[in-house]
């Protein structure tokens, strides 16, 4: 069975532990990385392997995971705790 990967848990809930509130699973999340590395190689000429290392370092270190829980760098920014939703904004 796979678990329904929209649905945001409360902080709490063991679900949220094993990664229901991955940014990248998100086209929100998808818009974010895609203009980030688009601005990094052509407006500040960041090497593609440069940018992909330190989004894997990033990964590894549960950087887009739990969304959803405030100690996220992404909490208030993509998702509004005031509603438990994503916010769906242009970015």
Not at 29 to 56: E, H, P, S
Not at 65 to 76: D, F, K, L, Q
Request: proline content about 5%; some cysteine; glycine content about 6%.
């Amino acid at each position: 069975m796979i678990p329904n990967a929209r649905a945001f848990k409360l902080k709490n809930d063991p679900e949220t532990i094993n990664n229901l509130g991955h940014l990248l699973l998100r086209p929100l999340g998808q818009r974010i990385l895609a203009r980030a590395v688009g601005d990094l190689v052509n407006n500040d000429g960041f090497r593609l392997a440069d940018i992909f290392q330190k989004i894997n370092d990033f990964e590894k270190n549960d950087g887009f995971c739990h969304i959803n829980v405030p100690e996220s760098c992404w909490y208030g920014l993509v998702y509004n705790p005031s509603n438990k939703k994503m916010e769906m904004k242009n970015i």
